[in-house]
């Protein structure tokens, strides 16, 4: 399967690091994952949302074991090779407001 990931990492003191969007065979986009610092280390969160129970459930996930490992591989590998090439370009601030976030307006 052909994807693009997109790194924009979070400039602020958080356990969020970055946030990422996959565009997958250039025809459908996931955003809302994000790279999360753990105990263990790095980690990918799926996209999620609170349900009336007040847990959170992933909106968006990959169906096979494999490709989990895959995918989320792949985002940390990118994540870190965006921090060793110090890229600037995908840094953003917090929203301080109701401004929007950088995945809002993508389109491929």
């Given amino acids: 399967m052909n ?6 990492k979070f400039d602020g003191d958080s ?10 065979e250039e025809k459908f986009v996931v955003t809302g994952l994000r790279v999360v610092e753990g ?5 990918v969160s799926m ?4 349900d009336a129970n007040g ?5 968006a996930y990959p169906v096979t074991k494999e490709f989990r490992d895959e995918l989320f ?8 090779n965006t921090e060793s090439k110090n890229n600037q370009s995908g840094i953003f601030a917090p929203p301080t ?12």
């Fill in 47 to 50: 996209p999620n949302r609170k």
């Fill in 15 to 24: 356990k969020v690091k970055a946030f990422v969007s996959v565009t997958f």
């Fill in 55 to 59: 847990s959170y459930k992933d909106t």
């Fill in 97 to 108: 407001g109701n401004e929007k976030m950088p995945w809002e307006d993508w389109y491929v």
């Fill in 73 to 80: 591989t792949v985002i940390i590998k990118e994540y870190e």
């Fill in 3 to 8: 994807y693009k990931i997109r790194i924009f």
């Fill in 39 to 43: 105990v263990n280390g790095l980690f």
